[in-house]
């Protein structure tokens, strides 16, 4: 019969063991932080907080939850910092959007290093310069940005906040009666901020007062998209001229052109996201866009319509072709990742509240059938860092 010291130390030895398997998974292959938000379309359901998982051989661990904090479901990185887009209770109780940085830490640590307030909620997405100097969060319902000046240290302090004029919206009726600032982006150069307006049919332009965060006015202060359109989110090609934008009831993707002399954005071309034809496009609300590992290829999710294009970027023009439309087993794909080595494709499957791991070839682009999965609730934001 085992005796109680004989059972302890048999315990204490399983217990380190599960210690030094779990750290070696964590050593082992890439680190992806997940974001989380709602869970259900209605709204209802938060997002229990930020989670971190290893992807091992085109598979992930088990995500854990390494901050609690209500809805984070943006993130970005900038200088060893980890920001989120949350939302919490202010001095006077009201529930706002709230931007928090963290240090980036050894294994899956990170330990938070400033908070500040947005004057409103209804955050959906955070941005950082490159030299984590301020960050800037897009408030949807209200239709309007805040900018923070961010501290060497990580501590945070508004800088500007910024009503867009609900005058301005587009004709949409049931989406378009305001301004639904959707997210932040700044120009290669860091000189510039884009904020995306669903609401207005328009991205804003603004300079950026390096030494305060604060946005500052430009003319001309915004790009002016298709009527109904609503852009939605932005990514910069590596050559700092091709700007492509996301547009979410128009379920489709532009090519814009940006001149950094002048500060100007100009449509080059519009390409469906949905195959012509196809139904369910008038359903559809395009997502979000990442490129390939080697920027051929461009990737853009659609919800409702649970699809993914695929497009083959000219290498001279930056024009897109659709080259594959891969259906989403999973529902309401919130964002996309590529892993390092270029062959994996990953999607946030907001409502079905899973992470889907797809294969890439890299010589078409062309994704593969799912070939694995993890449940986690939320899902919303996918970040290798």
Not at 38 to 63: E, H, M
Not at 153 to 171: L, T, V
């Amino acid at each position: 019969m085992q005796t109680r010291r004989e059972f302890l130390a048999g315990s204490a030895a399983v217990g380190a063991s599960m210690m030094v398997r779990g750290a070696a998974a964590q050593a082992k292959g890439q680190r992806l932080f997940i974001g989380t938000a709602n869970t259900a379309r209605d709204g209802s359901g938060i997002g229990p907080g930020i989670f971190a998982a290893q992807f091992v051989d085109g598979k992930l661990t088990q995500p854990e939850l390494i901050a609690k904090i209500d809805s984070p479901g943006f993130l970005a990185t900038a200088k060893g910092m980890l920001f989120a887009q949350a939302t919490a209770s202010n001095a006077a109780g009201k529930r706002v959007s709230v931007a928090v940085s963290y240090r980036i830490g050894s294994g899956h640590s990170i330990s938070e290093l400033g908070r500040a307030f947005s004057q409103d909620g209804g955050g959906c997405h955070i941005g950082v310069s490159k030299d984590a100097r301020a960050a800037f969060i897009s408030n949807y319902g209200p239709g309007n940005v805040s900018s923070f000046l961010v501290e060497p240290s990580g501590k945070m302090s508004e800088a500007s906040f910024i009503q867009f004029p609900a005058s301005e919206h587009g004709p949409d009726k049931d989406r378009q009666t305001s301004a639904h600032a959707h997210s932040g982006l700044t120009s290669p150069d860091g000189d510039f901020v884009f904020v995306n307006d669903l609401g207005c049919d328009r991205i804003h332009v603004f300079r950026l007062d390096h030494a305060t965060a604060k946005l500052e006015p430009h003319k001309p202060d915004h790009w002016a998209g298709t009527a109904g359109a609503g852009p939605r989110h932005l990514v910069f090609h590596p050559n700092g001229e091709w700007v492509y934008n996301i547009n979410e009831m128009g379920s489709s993707v532009d090519q814009l052109l940006w001149n950094p002399t002048h500060g100007v954005l100009t449509t080059k071309g519009t390409w469906s996201t949905i195959p012509n034809g196809a139904p369910g496009k008038d359903q559809s609300r395009s997502c979000e866009m990442c490129f390939s590992k080697d920027f051929r290829f461009l990737y853009a999710s659609n919800r409702i319509h649970e699809s993914f294009a695929v497009f083959a970027i000219d290498a001279a023009t930056g024009n897109l072709k659709l080259i594959q439309e891969r259906m989403n087993p999973g529902h309401e794909s919130r964002h996309m990742a590529i892993d390092a080595s270029g062959k994996w494709f990953l999607s946030a499957n907001q409502f079905s509240g899973d992470i889907s791991v797809f294969p890439i070839d890299t010589a078409t682009g062309k994704l593969g059938e799912r070939t694995s999965q993890v449940q986690i609730a939320g899902p919303s934001c996918l970040l290798f860092a």
